[in-house]
């Protein structure tokens, strides 16, 4: 049974940081592109960033370039999204996903396989 599991969400003041996490297991981790997808209320989920197998490779959403940075470790099963200069409009329940169809399907929720069950994170002003 695969499962992802997310923490390091929270309440933070604009312009403040976190570190999400996600564990993996029940699959191969090394195997398998992670991605990062937030939903805020109201909102469609959408696309945060992407990391390959390998983690030699990453694709960001325009609003968080600069800001976030997706990375990943396989021998602990973990990938991770640095949060930076965080703004009131970040706020969302952000979920890691894993093994879209194929890299040109990133950016689809539809396209991947198994998902955590997300972690908030609150910017306030």
């Known amino acids: 049974q695969v499962q992802l599991v997310e923490s390091g969400g929270g309440l933070v003041q604009a312009g403040g940081s976190l570190r999400l996490s996600c564990t993996v297991s029940?699959?191969?981790?090394?195997?398998?592109?992670m991605g990062w997808f937030r939903q805020a209320p109201g909102k469609e989920r959408e696309f945060v960033a992407a990391i390959t197998r390998s983690g030699g490779s990453f694709v960001y959403a325009d609003s968080v370039k600069g800001r976030f940075t997706i990375s990943r470790d396989n021998a602990l099963n973990t990938v991770y999204l640095q949060l930076n200069s965080l703004k009131p409009e970040d706020t969302a329940v952000y979920s890691c996903?894993?093994?879209?169809?194929?890299?040109?399907?990133?950016?689809?929720?539809?396209?991947?396989?198994?998902w955590g069950q997300g972690t908030q994170v609150t910017v306030s002003s």
């Open positions: 029940g699959r191969t981790f090394s195997a398998y592109v």
């Open positions: 996903a894993m093994d879209p169809t194929n890299w040109s399907a990133i950016y689809n929720p539809a396209e991947y396989s198994y």
